[in-house]
């Protein structure tokens, strides 16, 4: 294919799943409104009021960056591993694009570019309804952009790999219940590693999620557990390693084709 | 310059389960042919697109789509074929002209290029007046159509069709294979598999007969017409002269 083949072919998986995505707004968008405005709620304005100021911010602000990137981690994980789970399992309508000449790359890059599109979306809904709670502080605007975006990409690659793999429901279920969702909790959302015991601040620092949570929120308070450029460096490098996971699986065919 | 739209040598399929699909298989489909590939179910048919289309992998031998080594230029050899499958995959919830539109996008076809020759298709096949429902309202008589124009859209010069008339009625069927037959004057290679003899008879140039995974006879339609050993046809219901060879090679006589 020529590049502007293969950019249209990009645009074309592109197009496809953001409309799905908007068309089933009550679907993608709504439930991490309501949730992440019950947690603005609970832990920011009835126990928040109690704990006082951590890390030199209100206890509501700073739990404002990790209840996003929670709704951004599920959503980017969960829209293309269902996508990629159903058009293989049940309507098989991922043969469309197997038969076709698109690139692996190009498959990957469109069904994480729509995971993006997803996770950055949640992530700004969530930051939207924050704002009903707290004055948000913002530190950097192109930082919190960077991780939102870069957040989105490693969990839509996640999300990919696991839709490939997965071949029941519970394959895409199990992931997102007994993995992510514990590493998001125990990465920082609702605490400082600094106040931790030294035992479980160190056990703290082998979840990737931590750095993620750490970065992001730098860019609104301008401050973190870890240096900016550690976070960066893993989210990258787990990019990395993802992404050319999801290329190779989708180049050899591995859970794609029989 | 090749000759043949197909290219098959020595192709072996074996899955993870261990069942072997396909068994030292080798065929070779004239460019323009209208060839036929019989078997029982469960013989081998699917599998074998399955591998030429991309969507099995194969464990052995080779496959040319024009002369271009499906391993070593995949794009270009996809390029060149439309396949219709033998179960519907299509996303019920799109519509149908968008399901027509998006497949040229993965060839490559802008949308200005592929709309104006997703609406002639569509009118070719009688569904013009469904392009703006959702598949999910389609019958299966027309869902097969709208997989037929899917396969169309980017003018490919193979087209294989794996049972495209299971369960469509006979006006249907006729119209299909009319439209079909008129592809096949243009230049295009059909790959046909059906269990409805009597048509492969009428319509294919050149029919293989596969059975557990090994092609058991090939040749030009009167090649394997003359096949027919002459025997008495049991008690019942009789077929078609290729619906009796077909018997004939796929059952244990003795």
């Keep these: 294919m020529t590049l502007y083949e293969e950019w249209v072919s990009f645009y074309t998986i592109v197009r496809k799943d953001a ?45 404002v960056p990790g209840i996003v990137m929670l709704a951004v981690v599920t959503n980017a994980f969960s829209n293309t591993a269902t996508v990629i789970f159903t058009s293989k399992f049940f ?43 707290t004055h948000l502080v913002i530190s950097n605007a192109l930082i919190i952009l960077l991780f939102l975006v870069l957040t989105s990409a490693l969990f839509s690659l996640g999300g990919f790999i696991n839709g490939v793999y997965a071949d029941s429901f519970d394959g895409i279920s199990i992931v997102p219940t007994f993995v992510l969702t514990p590493l998001v909790y125990l990465g920082g959302v609702f605490y400082s590693a600094n106040s931790l015991p030294s035992f479980w601040g160190a056990v703290t620092k082998f979840n990737p999620i931590f750095y993620i949570i750490n970065g ?10 870890v240096p900016l450029l550690v976070s960066l460096g893993v989210l990258l490098a787990l990019v990395l390693a993802f992404a050319v996971t999801a290329w190779y699986l989708t180049k050899k065919g591995l859970g794609l084709r029989q | 310059m090749s000759t043949s739209a197909l290219t098959l040598r020595n192709l072996e399929k074996t899955y993870a389960d261990g069942t072997r699909a396909l068994n030292d298989v080798s065929l070779e489909i004239p460019i323009g042919d209208f060839f036929a590939l019989l078997g029982p179910n469960g013989a081998g ?8 289309t991309g969507v099995v992998n194969k464990t052995g031998g080779s496959a040319h789509v024009f002369g271009t080594d499906i391993d070593t230029a995949p794009s270009t050899a996809r390029r060149h074929v439309g396949v219709v499958p033998q179960n519907v995959n299509i996303n019920i919830f799109e519509k149908v002209i968008d399901i027509v539109v998006n497949q040229a996008g993965y060839y490559g076809i802008a949308r200005s290029v592929a709309l104006p020759r997703a609406v002639q298709i569509l009118k070719d096949l009688g569904l013009y007046e469904k392009r703006s429902v959702e598949a999910r309202a389609l019958s299966g008589g027309m869902l097969r159509r709208l997989m037929i124009a899917r396969a169309l859209i980017h003018e490919p010069k193979f087209l294989i069709l794996d049972e495209p008339t299971a369960g469509v009625d006979v006006d249907l069927r006729r119209s299909m294979w009319d439209y079909l037959t008129g592809l096949t004057k243009q230049g295009v290679t059909i790959l046909l598999t ?24 090939k040749g030009t339609m009167a090649e394997v017409l003359a096949l027919h050993d002459g025997s008495t046809p049991r008690d019942g219901y009789t077929g078609g002269r ?13």
Aim: with cysteine; aromatic share 12%.
């Design chain 1, 216 to 225: 992001f929120r730098y860019g609104f308070i301008g401050t973190a557990d």
């Design chain 2, 45 to 52: 048919k699917t599998t074998l697109i399955g591998i030429v």
């Design chain 1, 19 to 63: 409309q799905r995505i908007l068309k089933i707004w009550p679907q993608t968008f709504m439930p991490s409104a309501v949730t992440s405005a019950l947690y603005f709620l609970i832990f920011g304005a009835f126990l928040g009021s109690r704990i006082g100021e951590v890390n030199g911010v209100s206890y509501i602000m700073f739990v």
């Design chain 2, 242 to 254: 290729l619906e009796e060879v077909f018997l004939q090679l796929t059952h244990d006589k003795s």
């Design chain 2, 194 to 217: 059906t269990h409805y003899l009597e048509e492969a008879e009428q319509l294919c140039k050149h029919v293989a007969i596969i059975n557990d995974g090994v092609i058991i006879t």
């Design chain 1, 91 to 133: 309507s098989r309508s991922i043969d469309e694009i197997l038969v076709s000449p698109t690139p692996p790359w190009v498959m990957v890059a469109g069904f994480v570019t729509t995971g993006i599109v997803r996770g950055v979306g949640v992530g700004l809904v969530v930051l939207v309804v924050s704002l009903l709670f």
